[in-house]
């Protein structure tokens, strides 16, 4: 009998340590480990979810957020993610002098709208802009050359935050829907190229509203979600329009510790509800350095969303068939 000869192998460890920096990031929560991430906003596009976040670039004893860029990852199972960089910066926008808060992206004909806060360069305090792309990762161009929204066009406060945290809906007629503000909620229209508002905006009658309000649409109810009180938890009303009227539901995420936000954003995909929300769990995590999650959404027979725990596990893969990357 004669003994077959192998060739040496390299020890199994380097092997896998090799074989998993050729993959995606396989994520459980917090989903990405090597940056601090903020303000999630998810969107679904060819049987893939793409994921904009902001940076937290904060020292451990900075004392505010600093915030430059966006980054965008996509999955198609809610497990493995793909880092596609920054698609945009604060500096996207010539008018604006930095502050790359929360954003929000949406897909309307062939095209990738980019809304997000940013601080004015010449108007005192934070407003909103609007970019443009023909793919969900970038890059993103400005698409107006100035503001969408100015802190000088809303005074219900003196606050200078107050036009934060934009969020569009598209509605099955085509219409859009823009949502934003701090301490007050506001909503406009847009006009059907998505970087006019149609007429002034309004202020819904939702109270107490800290931030973040997001709106999604299902079996015919509007779901209008958003941050209360500071710390911040995250609660949601229903309504039969997209601007109510609005009865409220029940707290459906607790506060964090170690950070006050939680800024939300709720999806379908590939036939299971999703919330994505960040907290300070990253080792190192703070209020100015915070980490993106995300966990599987319920509900009830009566259109209800069961209250959401934070897992370290996060939702099981669910394997997307038709998923695909836009390039
Ligand atoms: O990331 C800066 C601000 O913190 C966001 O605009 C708010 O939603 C809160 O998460």
Partial sequence: MTMKSFPMKKPLIACVLAASSLLPALAANPLFKN????????????GRVYLYVGVDEAKPDDKDYVMNEWRVYSSCDMQHWTDHGAPLKATTFPWAKGRAWASHVVKKGEKYYFYSTVEHATVPGLSVGVAVSDSPTGPFVDARGSALITNDMTKQTDIHWDDIDPAVFIDDDGSAHLYLGNTFLKYAKLKPNMTELIGDYQVLPVAPFTEAAYLHKRAGTYYLSYSQGFPEETVYQTGPSPTGPWTKGPVIMHMNSG???????????????????HNAKLPGGSEYRRSVAVEELYYKADGSILPIEQTIAGPKANPSPGCKVKK
């Fill in 35 to 46: 940056r601090f991430t903020a303000d999630p906003a998810a969107l679904v596009d060819g």
């Fill in 259 to 277: 950070v006050k936000t939680i800024h939300q954003s709720i999806v379908d995909f590939n036939g299971k509800s999703y919330i994505f929300y």
